[in-house]
């Protein structure tokens, strides 16, 4: 089964930002709860310092993931953005 591993790391300006606009969370949280309802986004974590996150796709390619990414409320505060093609093993 294949997934898509999407990395982030925030740029510290931005996280900055984020926490003086609540926002944004409130709005980057809107598209994580549509996205798991449509059954495309299968995990998401967020670092205990909340500076990167880690999101695992199914059922979509790499294109796709890519412009869902980049809607983002977050998007312009993003510093680095890793995508892995994984297989699921179990």
């Given at each position: 089964?294949?997934?898509?591993?999407?990395?982030?790391?925030?740029?510290?300006?931005?996280?900055?930002?984020?926490?003086?606009?609540?926002?944004?969370p409130?709005?980057?949280?809107?598209?994580?709860?549509?996205?798991?309802?449509?059954?495309?986004?299968?995990?998401?974590?967020?670092?205990?310092?909340?500076?990167?996150?880690?999101?695992?796709?199914?059922?979509?390619?790499?294109?796709?993931?890519?412009?869902?990414?980049?809607?983002?409320?977050?998007?312009p505060?993003?510093?680095k953005?890793?995508?892995?093609?994984?297989?699921?093993?179990?």
């Amino acid at each position: 089964m294949l997934r898509i591993l999407v990395f982030i790391t925030l740029s510290d300006n931005g996280i900055e930002t984020i926490k003086s606009n609540p926002e944004l969370p409130k709005k980057e949280t809107e598209f994580v709860n549509l996205w798991k309802g449509e059954n495309i986004l299968e995990n998401f974590y967020i670092s205990v310092s909340k500076k990167s996150a880690v999101l695992i796709f199914k059922d979509i390619d790499e294109a796709k993931c890519k412009e869902l990414i980049g809607i983002l409320p977050y998007f312009p505060y993003m510093s680095k953005i890793e995508y892995h093609d994984l297989n699921k093993q179990f």
